[in-house]
């Protein structure tokens, strides 16, 4: 699968793996907290969702949202604050939230809030579920003449010391280049691997010194060496510790891409083509005009992020069953 979603986060696209959903993603095909929280809430209310496979629309999966049955909902978001007022209604959930803030400006990120607003709402939403249930996201770490290596080195350190005590975790990646990426953003250029390596040092020293631990997404070994996670963002350790219990979760769920990351590979309710970020170097929005079309067709009463039921439409009801191990144990509390 594509690895770089950026909507809400640099990681794997967040496809539909199986039925046994118990963890729920919502930030991987598009950003729901930042632009369709309204549509979410619907959706825990109603207590269920409709959603589309993106290579065959018709092909339609309905899953529970009950907390009965959901371990934990996966956000992935550049802008937390929409989701805010609406933080008491997810209180029956596990939940883990990736928020994703870098320096850049509007000319690569149009319509992400600046990045001192967002820190700030970082952590207000750190005060509400606790350090073990929030990470921060610098990625996708691209290097051209105006953000350098020492650019990135500088800022790193001026929003690190800002989020010290409100995460104990930051993931970081360089870009891909994918195909979109290319017709999008065709000025990018993939980072050296010695660039790689002088970033990644450097910042992995910036983050012990402010109590963060670096975990690279699917970027190898090469930081391992220096001081970082390499194990993946999202892993069973991610979510145990957040729900403070063990997870027993099937082997075909925890994901094996070349041994880039051993990250939980949950469902996606998502959809293509909606981020309303634009951000330049996102591989999730094929253009700008499908994006806006798109996001005309949504309607927050729907079941469907995008759209409303359509003739040939074929319903599959997953099943889904807790991966949570309700035997009590104290080394997680």
């Known amino acids: 699968s594509d690895r ?5 986060g640099d990681c794997f696209a967040g496809r539909t793996f199986g039925d046994v959903a118990m963890i729920i993603q919502t930030g991987m095909r598009t950003d729901i907290p930042a632009f369709y929280s309204e549509w979410l809430m619907n959706r825990i209310q109603e207590g269920f ?20 049955v959901v371990d934990l909902i996966a956000f992935c978001t550049k802008n937390p604050a929409p989701m805010l007022p609406f933080m008491e209604q997810l209180t029956p959930y596990g939940q883990y939230w990736f928020v994703t803030i870098t320096p850049y400006g509007r000319d690569i990120e149009p319509n992400v809030p600046d990045t001192g607003t967002v820190m700030d709402h970082f952590k207000i939403l750190s005060d509400i579920v606790g350090v073990d249930s929030i990470g921060w996201r610098y990625d996708p770490i691209l290097v051209d003449a105006t953000h350098t290596v020492e650019w990135h080195i500088s800022e790193f350190e ?11 975790t930051c993931v970081i990646s360089f870009i891909d280049i994918y195909k979109k990426v290319e017709r999008n953003f065709p000025e990018a250029k993939a980072v050296s691997r010695r660039d790689r390596i002088t970033i990644g040092k450097a910042l992995i020293e910036i983050a012990a010194k402010y109590g963060m ?3 690279p997404c699917a970027e190898g070994n090469d930081l391992a060496a220096y001081g970082a996670d390499c194990s993946g963002c999202m892993t069973v350790a991610t979510f145990e510790k957040a729900l403070h219990n063990r ?12 041994g880039a990351c051993a990250c939980v590979l949950g ?22 005009n499908l994006v806006k079309e798109n996001r005309k067709k949504h309607n927050p009463k729907s079941p469907f992020l995008i759209g409303e039921s ?8 997953a099943e889904q069953k807790n991966w949570i191990d309700r035997q009590l144990r104290f080394d997680f509390f």
């Open 247 to 258: 997870l027993e979760i099937p082997k075909r769920k925890i994901n094996q891409r070349n």
């Open 4 to 8: 770089n979603v950026q909507p809400g």
């Open 213 to 215: 631990t670096v975990r």
């Open 158 to 168: 001026k929003m690190a010391a800002v989020l010290h005590g409100y995460t104990e």
């Open 267 to 288: 469902v996606d309710i998502g959809a293509y083509d909606t981020c309303g970020h634009l951000c330049k170097y996102c591989y999730a929005n094929a253009d700008v």
């Open 310 to 317: 359509m003739s040939g439409d074929v319903i599959h009801e």
């Open 49 to 68: 969702v409709l959603v589309r496979n993106p290579y065959n629309p018709t092909q339609v999966t309905k899953y529970s949202l009950s907390p009965e």
